[in-house]
């Protein structure tokens, strides 16, 4: 299995934007299905906390656009949540597609295919999460199968702190005075600059001091090609097989 630990300088790895949310439901068991059978290596996905403290997988800090129900995801229990149409919005076919539960993807991702959990986290915060991520993660034996990013670099650290063993990775969408210094101040092992900010110097700088490189976006396939030329690590898609048919057969 693919080990995102490390450099991986010479192949390119694919991660499923939110599993494969150009043909499912975004965050949903039947993304991760899609981007899975679509080729990609690593599946994307967001979580939030419930107000009933429980890790679930959604983008938004609010259910209202991907679900047929209202309100933020930090007021509502799981109970509540799970009680939620995901599916119909995005098609009639997958009426009733339910918001996962963390343990149930980190349950059905074991032994086949690498997670990337994204800690969502803005003028919405919440407090131990990481804590509970890092538990959670140890209960189903996954502690070496995941990367574990966020835009929010203290909450890396933090997991970093609680568990240096597992990979994580710190996302920004900015042109930083130097990315690598971010990177170690967060204890971060990979760099996900948004794809505008990448450059063949930065991969080079990264991986000479043993980070892996793994720009996000775009979907466009001549911008792709561009990346992979850099020597980046991983790339980002949200139809995965579009990607896959580019960079060819897993290696």
């Given at each position: ?33 899609e981007?899975l ?27 209202d656009?991907t679900?047929?129900g ?17 599916g ?131 979907n ?32």
């Amino acid at each position: 299995m693919l080990d995102l630990r490390k450099s991986t300088t010479g192949f390119v790895s694919i991660v499923g934007h939110r599993g494969a949310l150009a043909s499912a439901p975004e965050n949903t068991l039947p993304s991760c299905e899609e981007a899975l059978a679509q080729g990609a290596d690593v599946i994307e996905l967001d979580i939030h906390m419930s107000l009933d403290r429980e890790l679930v997988v959604v983008h938004d800090f609010t259910v209202d656009r991907t679900t047929d129900g209202t309100g933020y995801v930090k007021d509502l229990t799981l109970a509540e949540l799970k009680g939620l149409d995901a599916g119909s919005r995005f098609s009639p076919a997958f009426k009733n597609t339910r918001i996962p539960h963390l343990r149930e993807v980190l349950e059905w991702a074991k032994g086949r295919v690498w997670l990337a959990i994204e800690i969502k986290s803005d003028w919405i915060t919440y407090d131990g999460i990481e804590a509970a991520l890092v538990d959670l993660l140890h209960r189903c034996e996954m502690v070496d199968q995941v990367m574990v990013v966020s835009f929010d670099h203290c909450c890396i650290k933090r997991v970093k702190d609680i568990e240096p063993n597992i990979t994580t990775g710190v996302i920004y969408n900015a042109r930083f005075v130097d990315p690598l210094m971010v990177a170690r101040s967060a204890r971060a092992d990979i760099l996900r600059p948004r794809w505008p900010f990448a450059s063949a110097g930065e991969v080079k700088a990264a991986h000479a001091e043993g980070f892996a490189y793994a720009p996000w976006g775009p979907n466009d396939a001549s911008i792709w090609r561009q990346l992979v030329e850099m020597g980046v690590d991983t790339l980002s898609a949200d139809r995965p097989a579009d990607l896959r048919a580019i960079l060819g057969p897993r290696q």
